[in-house]
């Protein structure tokens, strides 16, 4: 009886996690990276929503900042300038609550991890000189500061030398989580 109990809970354990947990590690290394910050914006997409929310508060409390969340609602429209717009209205937002970086939470929910969705919010956020970290493959591409690899067991941060905009981010010399292109 209690090996069945076990079988069924295990396979909760380590597939439901996983995304969690790497939202948790992402955040700690934007704050390593720029420890002046206090406010950091994520954005989540919507079914991801309840997935993330114990993150952010265990996150808020480990590393003493504020995180702003901007949930991005699904759209049934596949008209550009409505889809550009959505994002760049979770942009501001987190911009109006002085967000110092902006990181996307990569779920199970697709709507966030468009070209689209990322080059609108880089865009928008560069203009006020906030940098923005993802794990696409193609961030560095798209114009974001940094891009998230799992490499080694350990996620990394891989920063774009070009678009480190403001003076509030550290380079960190021999520190082998952070790898500058």
Known sequence: MKIRI?????????????????LKDQIGLVKDLMPDVKVIGVIIGEQDESLFNVVVNTSQQDYGIRIVKAIVKKSSTRNLRTLRNLYKKCTLDMLNENAG???????????IQTTIAIKTVTETAQKSRVPTFTPHKKSLKMGCCGQFIFNDDWWKLKLNSDKLLPNSIEMPLGDDRYLVQ
């Open 101 to 111: 970086a902006i990181l996307f939470a990569f779920g199970k929910d697709r709507s």
């Open 6 to 22: 076990f079988l069924l809970f295990f396979p909760l354990i380590v597939f439901g996690q996983n995304e969690t947990y790497d």
